[in-house]
Nanobody
Framework: QVQLVESGEALVHPGGSLSLSCAASGTIFGIPTMGWFPQFPGKKRELVASITGISETNYADSVKGGFITSSDNAKNTLYLQMNSLKPDDTAVYYC?????????????WGQGTQVTVSS
């Protein structure tokens, strides 16, 4: 059984920084892509950052220059460094990964991390 487990909830002041992590476990042959999907209050999840197995990254315009995603392939772990946070960044952040298992490729989600940016 493959699982994605995210780091815990966080409260940060405006202008502050925060790092999220998302660790995959189970029988994993490879992870072609991983990404971060914040869900803002009253809205659907949206992709803001992604990374491939060869470390190619893509960012939504809304987070370029502020968020950086990276991965440790040996640990099957995804990271999101969030800088210069604003109250509008408050959301539940979900990680997602397409994982190659013995049964083929499957998509998995983390449990979500509540990020609150407030003074």
């Amino acid at each position: 059984q493959v699982q994605l487990v995210e780091s815990g909830e966080a409260l940060v002041h405006p202008g502050g920084s925060l790092s999220l992590s998302c660790a995959a476990s189970g029988t994993i042959f490879g992870i072609p892509t991983m990404g971060w999907f914040p869900q803002f209050p009253g809205k659907k999840r949206e992709l803001v950052a992604s990374i491939t197995g060869i470390s190619e990254t893509n960012y939504a315009d809304s987070v370029k220059g502020g968020f950086i995603t990276s991965s440790d392939n040996a640990k099957n772990t995804l990271y999101l460094q969030m800088n210069s946070l604003k109250p509008d960044d408050t959301a539940v952040y979900y990680c997602q990964a397409r994982i190659i298992t013995p049964w083929g490729p499957t998509d998995h989600w983390g449990q979500g991390t509540q990020v609150t940016v407030s003074s």
